[in-house]
């Protein structure tokens, strides 16, 4: 990995594969995929918060446990995460974020376009490095709704198949005829 004076990555390529890392340590199910994600204040290159699928307590994707995490860093609720963030906040996201949960929780995109209702407009650009596949949801419609919203989708490309490889480790494989 390239990294500046600061020790941090200063590329996407970098940051996608640092996110992949994450994703490495979530615990492998069948009903999830392992995600990683790292918020991102581009302007100053400083990375705010990281976080994996079910890093947290209960049900929790990675970009869920990245804010969740930056807004415990400084005594806050996810709810007030909006004002927080700093001017051009992206996150970095092995995968497409959750149109849709099964399991009552709030979609990632939902999250991620609640973050533009702070002083600063949120997050800005969301990097991914897939699609999410159809596997739990059916077709997955977050990446159109947060360009609707203006979010700048960015596919960082070249890491698709370890990408997959990780997300659905726990996911039972199928037989090759």
């Known amino acids: 990995m390239t990294e500046t004076r600061s020790g941090l990555p200063e590329s996407r390529e970098d940051y996608m594969r640092l996110a992949l890392e ?14 990683g994600a790292i918020l991102v204040d581009e302007a100053e290159n400083k990375i705010l918060s990281t976080g994996y699928t079910l890093e947290l307590p209960g049900n929790t994707h990675a970009e869920q446990c990245c804010l969740q995490k930056f807004a415990a860093q400084h005594g ?32 990632c995109i939902d999250r991620i376009l609640k973050t533009r209702n702070g002083s600063y407009g949120g997050i800005q650009t969301v990097y991914l490095g897939v699609s999410e596949p159809e596997t739990f949801v059916g077709q997955n419609t977050g990446r159109a709704r947060l360009e609707a919203a203006g979010i700048q989708c960015v596919h960082v490309s070249g890491f698709e ?4 490889e990780v997300a659905t480790a726990g996911h039972p494989q199928k037989e090759e005829a």
Do not use: H, W
């Open 161 to 164: 198949q370890e990408i997959l």
């Open 76 to 107: 806050k609720s996810e709810e007030d995460v909006a004002d927080l963030l700093p001017k051009g906040t992206v996150i970095y996201t092995t995968m497409e974020p959750c149109g849709k949960r099964l399991s009552g929780n709030s979609p």
């Open 22 to 35: 994450l994703a490495k340590q979530s615990p492998p199910k069948p009903t999830n995929f392992c995600v």
